[in-house]
């Protein structure tokens, strides 16, 4: 990416954003070959080419360039399942077994939800997304509600939130326990959701 003259942003502030993903990137790039417990500050700061402080100046501690990777991923996913679900708006429940595929189809490979759900050192990862991740799994549920009622605003917010929230919990469980097929796993939790959904927007 290239830093322009006429960003607004100052360009100590863009370098530190350019600086933030190329360390998260790096990241996802040592997790694709060493479990969690490996990937430490001193090899992120080799593998971007900074120094460790530097690193530490940017994220505090690897707690926190834990929280952050975990939390750009979320995101990451979230525009996916968006894509997903706007595609497929004239029938909720393929948007549903589409947007919750998306996630379970990655748990064979992607880095984060690989690491999560391995025995060697997912332990440490896991409580980003559950016991400790309370205000990430709020993030996600909210911007599910959202999405779910502005494709279809016959859905009240108050119907919807808790569509959402068992989405992302059931994602979750899935992920960390999985059994069968993802795509399988995807249309059979969207059949048990669609008619819910169905029914409260009036739909046979």
Known sequence: MTVTAGSSKPYSELARGLLRDRVLEAVGELLA?????????????????????TLYNTFGSRQELAQAYVEREADRFLAGVDVAVRDHASNPQEALAAALAIFLAAAGRHPLVRAITSPDGGEELLPLVTT??????????????????????????ADAAPIA????????????LPEGDPIDTARTVARLLGPSVDGLLGRD
């Open 33 to 53: 070959d060493r479990p969690w417990p490996k990937v430490s500050m001193v090899a992120v700061a080799a593998h971007v080419g900074v120094s460790r402080q």
């Open 132 to 157: 400790r991740g309370g205000p990430l799994i709020e993030h996600v549920t909210e911007h599910l509600t959202a999405l779910l009622v502005e494709t279809w605003p016959r859905l009240p917010q």
């Open 165 to 176: 929230d068992a989405l992302v919990r059931l994602a979750i469980s899935y992920a960390a």
